[in-house]
């Protein structure tokens, strides 16, 4: 039978934390019932372990406590770990020591899932440098900042890389254990799980759940001042040369500089914008397609369709109907 570890990382956890806990263990309980159901053995034992053993029974937010199964010391070998939502740890003894664990058990052949802010945890151990990740997509700037030699896909719902298994947020995160699931048994036990919990299988992007707001944290001024301009004139068509002349930098220094700071081009951030802009008004408003197009500086039905689709993953018709129960009825 295989063994797979969920982490409670006690000095980092939140009420996410538990609720990523509780979803995986009901999740991989359900799974291991239908596959025992189809006359297989049990495939694999799923244990919670933390630093401590057992853990303190602190309860967060006054609402729920959760005891462990098990300490990783405890642990000499796990097939796969799995790394829930947590807050971003601070430099302690017990911190490192979980890292350290995480790094060992990798190199003696154990895959690694991180959920959400998990993926903070990942990558303090440096195991995903050069590699793909994803994270919520508020805390991208953030990850970007404290991990520079991570490739984050920001749009990703869940990323899949050399046995290493990354999740968008929030509680999508039970997207990523169907996921797991049919990695580690078998497509229909995954359709199973989907059905009796209601997760929708096959789900790859976060981009429709983005909320866009420009990184202005980085203390270069005349980006600040190009990012506020960008947005105060959403229904201009704005030309990046006319916009690094403004400014009196040329266009190849106020890309690089424009890069460094949000993480965007100059060209990537005025869509972001714009479309963060359609999106609220297809939203909230009855205007059609074509007048939100013109509101937020396109002209252009085809051009404005596919900057939409790429920053959402959907049409702005189909976005509409999603979010506006007036435009739905």
């Known amino acids: 039978m295989k063994h797979i570890t969920l982490l409670y990382p006690e000095g980092q956890r939140n009420l996410s934390t538990i609720a990523c806990i ?103 151990t440096g195991i995903i440098d050069g590699r793909s990740c994803s994270t919520h997509w508020s805390l991208v700037n953030t990850f970007r900042d404290k991990y520079p030699n991570v490739n984050l896909q920001s749009d990703k719902l869940i990323t899949d890389e050399k046995g290493i298994y990354t999740n968008g947020g929030a509680y999508s995160f039970l997207n990523l254990v169907v996921y797991l699931i049919e990695k580690y048994y078998d497509r229909q036990t995954a359709i199973y799980c989907s059905k009796v919990l209601q997760i929708e299988l096959d789900r790859d992007s976060q981009s429709a759940f983005a909320i866009f707001t420009g990184q202005k944290q980085h203390g270069d001024k005349i980006v600040q001042q190009a990012q506020i301009y960008i947005e105060n004139n959403i229904d201009e068509k704005i030309s990046i040369e006319d916009l690094s002349s403004k400014f009196a930098i040329g266009r190849r220094n106020f890309d690089r500089r424009f890069i460094k700071a949000t993480g965007n081009t100059p060209l990537e951030y005025s869509q972001r914008v714009k479309i963060e802009s359609a999106k609220k008004a297809l939203e909230s408003s009855r205007k059609t397609v074509n007048e939100v197009m013109y509101d937020v500086g396109y002209s252009d039905v085809k051009a404005f369709r596919e900057v939409f689709r790429k920053i959402t993953g959907m049409s702005p018709l189909e976005y509409k109907g999603k979010y506006n129960r007036e435009a739905a009825v």
């Open 22 to 124: 509780v979803g995986t263990v009901e999740a991989f309980a359900r799974a291991n019932d239908y596959w025992k159901q189809q006359g297989h053995q049990p495939k694999y034992r799923l244990v919670v372990a933390g630093v401590s053993s057992p853990s303190k029974e602190e309860y967060v937010k006054n609402l729920v406590a959760l005891k462990t199964d098990a300490s990783i010391s405890e642990i000499s070998k796990t097939d796969l770990i799995i790394i829930p939502s947590a807050m971003p740890g601070e430099d302690t003894a017990e911190y490192r020591q979980m890292l350290d664990w995480i790094n060992r058990q990798y190199k003696a052949g154990a895959e690694i899932a991180s959920m959400c802010s998990g993926a903070f945890i990942l990558a303090s």
